[in-house]
């Protein structure tokens, strides 16, 4: 008799299971030098701040405000409190610093509504205004360029795939 059995089921699926942990492990990392992922989540990650901003500074009737420094490659909000602007001390808006291989390229208003900044930031007013922004963000050898568009009314955002010399 011969003794031809191959796997059985079980251990075909302790196997599967050993692969879905190991792949759930590594591509994450794995994700992080694929090129284009660490500009694309940097854009989406700052839109989302944005948004989130704009309706906090709706919804606790406050002003808030998103520094964004192009100098040293990151961004923080503050809020006015007491008569003074005040650095927001959460978890979700530590000081936060654009990944390794990206960087800040301009930060430009049509109407700016306040005053000249000596580091560029986005005001958020209580009424819903936001100041109308573009942020353009590129990987170091600038070859690859994403634009987050801020609308002027509710912090609406718009990532676009830059083109061009123009954004330099």
Do not use: C
Not at 4 to 9: E, K, S
Not at 40 to 67: E, G
């Amino acid at each position: 008799m011969k003794n031809d059995r191959g796997f059985t089921l079980i251990e075909l699926l302790v196997v599967l299971a050993v692969l879905v942990i190991v792949g759930a492990i590594v591509l994450p990392e794995i994700g992080g030098l694929l090129p284009g992922t660490q500009l694309k989540t940097s854009a989406r990650r700052l839109a989302i701040n944005v948004r989130y901003l704009a309706n906090q500074s709706i919804l606790k009737a406050v002003p808030f405000r998103l520094y964004i420094d192009t100098k040293k490659n990151t961004y923080w909000a503050s809020s006015w409190r007491n008569g003074e602007w005040v650095e927001v001390a959460s978890r979700l808006f530590k000081r936060k610093h654009l990944p390794r291989g990206t960087s800040f390229i301009k930060v430009e208003q049509s109407a700016p509504l306040t005053e000249e900044k000596e580091i560029p930031y986005i005001a958020f007013l209580p009424s819903g205004e936001v100041e109308e922004t573009l942020v353009v963000i590129a990987n170091d050898d600038r070859t690859r360029k994403l634009t987050l568009l801020v609308s002027a009314y509710g912090g609406k955002t718009e990532i676009r795939e830059s083109s061009g010399e123009d954004d330099s």
